[in-house]
Nanobody, 126 residues
């Protein structure tokens, strides 16, 4: 079992950058596949990025591809989301999620993940 805790959110101007961190307690963090999701007011939670337990594979939503980078440091039990060239439409609460086993068909769905953090607010001003 892991318990994700997000940090690093804040207010940034369009075109700026932020790096989110997700520190997860638990001795088995390195076995978990990790994802980032986001939810804007009045919208459903949407997939942002995913990284395999080993860090050997990543996957991104089309809307963030080329601007966001997901990475992990298993020695620090932490996964990161580097966000560059931010746009006002990136404004949302960003959530970190963990899945011990996940199929390719569930990778983009919140239902594929077992453990969730409380979220961190990212606001991009125009």
């Amino acid at each position: 079992q892991v318990r994700p805790v997000e940090s690093g959110g804040g207010l940034v101007q369009a075109g700026g950058s932020l790096r989110l961190s997700c520190a997860a307690s638990g001795r088995t963090f390195s076995r978990y596949n990790m994802g980032w999701f986001r939810q804007a007011p009045g919208k459903e939670r949407e997939f942002v990025a995913h990284i395999l337990w080993s860090g050997g594979s990543t996957y991104y939503a089309d809307s963030v591809k080329g601007r966001f980078t997901i990475s992990r440091d298993n020695a620090k039990n932490t996964v990161y989301l580097q966000m560059n060239s931010l746009k006002p439409e990136d404004t949302a609460v960003y959530y970190c999620a963990a899945a011990l086993d996940i199929s390719a068909s569930m990778l983009l769905s919140p239902h594929g993940y077992d453990y969730w953090g409380q979220g961190t607010q990212v606001t991009v001003s125009s």
